[in-house]
């Protein structure tokens, strides 16, 4: 993974004491609280119901085992010992003081990392595929543009007060883990007829009050050009996106009243004169970054480990095979998700002990490595298939072996009431009692893929417009309602659900999602996902299963 | 009270706008529309500190319109914006009189080194890297 030298390590170090400095004027009243709030908002403080909130960059979702150790650390002494992790493969803390931030920031620079753009009106942290370097789909590993990007990005001059946040995500696959579509700026690495390695780019994307599937600016960038491209597309966001209304000025409000056709021309016109300029770094640089991300040293392994002595006494272990483990592009390799969806816990919660577990687990299984996911999980990319079994006794142990990767229980969900104060309800206990509801594995294995994703309000924090199942939290009157949309995806095949009738009283909504999946599994035909089912049956008879009662 | 960047340091300065050609240019306006060829001051406003648009519109006119004369910024500026400002171009500030004038010139040396080139004279470190390294290559040959 990418290591700092000594210029990373110095813009991070002087950013500490930049935000030091800010603390400290805040406290003795120097900076008033409106002054003081974009520059704490830039750098992944916000101000919640209860306290304090810390987002922690963690830069495309890959870890060492040191950084997760220290990040155990930091929830031991500066919170109530939980990590959270976020859609955008960062990690918050719920609990920090404001005057333990900056030593917090000092803890984080130890182990290169940062809260640095994880807020604000800025080009936020660049996501991407959590399988990357270690699936076989993927043209090469994305991660090396996303360094290229957070980069360019980190304090960029003309683009730290834009009218609205700024989110990029890139994949190098067909298959997309990363919700390329729903992002600001989605970019997908492709192959063009002649070999040559680029960008197919979208742009406008989003989820939010006004959720728009982004559509293609450019099907095929040089990669060389991807930075001056990039600015090109920011420089007209920032002069033409609205500000007059923090609801409308995403980069997807602009896109959507221009129309595709002449946002391009702008584009293509800023990109003209910037094209040749030297904000595209060179080849040079990128090979210096790709070095970084060179394969670990694997063993020589025969193609597939033969695990059925071990599955033919756990069928458990059978099932986590089958759902939580992936193919690698290395013989004899696996590449493991660790559930963080176990129904004890928030969506994405992880306690200190199971971060330091982890951290082992990955020093000795999967050469120091872990990911987050944008579905808030954990993964260990290169995990030897003659080590699962024991690999998943031990995250047994530490109830991190939920073989439910992709099913009805790996819900996502925002924070909601219980932290937020933006939220109109609660999530976390929504999607507890969904999890509890379909706690049989055997069930949630017939069900089969199913992405339930729930937010506690318009914002969308949960990507609920792009569940399978989506569940918006709406207040009326003082009491908590659900609304219910189907049919939407953040994967490849990328659309918004559909509302389909009145909210749900707390009471009913997870009966009627019930009926939903029953209704599915009477009507399906032969390996359909839920999804696939409703696209072919449309709204109307799963609309009347859901208010059946 | 006016302040001019100086070998990239503020100073108090008293402004002699009436012998100059002085163009204020709207945040809604193009940069590239405007006529700067015979202006000696451009003033460019941020309407709060929160509204980025003229940090754009002051690296069209420096490294687009090859504007050389000088950049002013108006408006709602604080502290920590000065850095950003600098680096797309500006090279005067009509700040409140009660601004602490050391406080920005501390701001603009907090950092020293800066990933992405601008309209300032800093080197990206992309290629402070390719320097660095390949001095690094001639010491070892």
Redesign the interface.
């Known amino acids: 993974m990418y290591r700092y030298?000594e210029?990373?390590a110095?813009?991070v170090h002087?950013?500490v004491?930049?935000f030091k400095g800010?603390v400290q004027r805040r406290l003795t009243g120097d900076l008033t609280e409106d002054?003081f709030k974009?520059?704490r908002l830039m750098n992944g403080v916000y101000l919640q119901l209860h306290a304090y909130m810390l987002r922690v960059a963690i830069p495309y979702g890959t870890l060492s085992s040191g950084q997760l150790r220290k990040l155990a650390f930091i929830a031991d002494r500066y919170d109530k010992g939980f990590g959270h992790i976020t859609t955008r493969q960062n990690i918050q803390f719920n609990w920090p003081a404001l005057v333990d931030i900056p030593e917090i920031l000092d803890h984080l620079a130890e182990v290169e990392m940062h809260a640095i753009q994880t807020s604000g009106?800025c080009i936020r942290n660049v996501t991407t595929d959590h399988f990357a370097g270690a699936t076989a789909d993927e043209i090469e590993d994305p991660r090396v543009w996303c360094e290229v990007i957070r980069?360019?990005s980190?304090?960029?001059?003309?683009?730290?007060?834009?009218p609205r946040k700024f989110k990029i995500a890139v994949t190098a696959s067909a298959q997309d883990r990363a919700a390329v579509r729903v992002h600001d700026i989605g970019l997908h690495l492709v192959k063009n007829l002649a070999g040559e390695t680029g960008f197919e780019v979208y742009v406008g994307g989003g989820l939010g009050r006004t959720p728009y599937v982004g559509e293609v600016i450019r099907s095929f960038l040089p990669s060389e050009h991807l930075?001056s491209y990039l600015e090109a597309i920011l420089?007209v966001y920032?002069?033409q996106g609205r500000?007059d209304n923090l609801y409308k000025a995403r980069i997807k409000i602009l896109v959507n009243a221009l129309g595709m056709d002449q946002f391009r021309d702008l584009v293509e016109a800023e990109w003209l004169?910037a094209r040749d300029?030297?904000?595209d770094?060179?080849q040079?640089?990128v090979d210096?970054i790709n070095a970084y991300f060179a394969p670990p040293p694997f063993e020589n392994l025969p193609k597939a480990y033969d695990q059925t002595s071990a599955t033919q006494d756990n069928p458990d272990f059978a099932r986590w095979l089958r759902h939580n483990v992936s193919a690698h592009k290395q013989s004899g390799y696996a590449i493991v998700t660790v559930s963080l969806k176990s129904p004890e816990m928030a969506p994405g919660d992880i306690t200190s002990t199971q971060m330091k577990r982890v951290a082992d687990l990955a020093g000795d299984y999967s050469f120091d490595e872990i990911r987050t996911t944008h579905e808030q999980n954990l993964v260990l990319p290169h995990v030897r298939q003659q080590d699962l079994f024991v690999l998943w006794q031990k995250l047994s142990e530490q109830d991190l072996a939920t073989a439910n990767a992709g099913l009805v229980s790996d819900i996502i969900a925002c924070p909601g009431l219980d932290y937020c104060n933006l939220a109109n309800t609660r999530s976390i206990p929504v999607a507890n009692r969904i999890q509890e509801r379909f706690f049989s594995p055997e069930k949630q294995e017939e069900i089969g893929e199913l992405k339930i994703k729930i937010s506690g309000c318009i914002n969308a924090c949960g990507h609920h417009h792009v569940g399978h199942i989506g569940i918006l939290g709406v207040d009326k009157k003082g009491e908590e309602f659900y609304q219910i949309t189907l049919g939407g995806s953040a994967a490849e095949d990328a659309s918004i659900g559909e509302i389909v009738g009145r909210g749900l009283s707390t009471d009913e909504v997870v009966d009627s999602i019930e009926r939903l999946v029953a209704y599915y599994l009477q009507s399906r035909q032969s390996d359909e996902r839920f999804v696939d089912t409703y696209k072919r049956l449309g709204s109307e008879p799963f609309k009347e299963a859901l208010y059946a009662a | 009270m006016l302040l001019k960047l100086e070998n990239n340091r503020l100073e108090i300065t008293i402004g002699d706008d009436a012998s100059h050609d002085v163009m204020n240019l709207a945040n809604d306006v193009?940069a590239l529309e405007a006529d700067v060829l015979n202006v000696d001051i451009v003033v460019l406003n941020f309407p709060t500190?929160?509204?980025?648009?003229a940090?754009?519109?002051a690296?069209?006119l420096r490294?687009?319109a090859g504007f050389t004369g000088d950049l002013r910024a108006t408006g709602d500026i604080?502290r920590?914006?000065i850095?950003?400002?600098v680096?797309?171009g500006f090279t005067s500030f009509e700040v409140a009189p009660e601004t602490d004038v050391g406080g920005l010139n501390a701001a603009l040396a907090?950092?020293?080194?800066?990933?992405?080139?601008?309209a300032d004279v800093a080197v990206?470190?992309?290629?402070?890297?390719?320097r660095a390294?390949r001095e690094q290559l001639r010491r070892f040959a």
Not at chain 2, 49 to 53: E, L, S
């Open positions: 030298d210029f990373d110095r813009i002087d950013r004491s930049q800010q002054q974009p520059l009106n980069q360019w980190t304090f960029h001059p003309e683009f730290t007060f834009l930075l420089r920032n002069l500000r004169n300029s030297s904000v770094v060179p040079e640089e210096r | 193009h500190f929160k509204d980025g648009r940090y754009t519109q690296r069209q490294e687009r604080i920590d914006q850095l950003y400002m680096r797309c907090e950092f020293s080194d800066f990933y992405q080139p601008a990206p470190v992309w290629m402070r890297r390719q390294g």
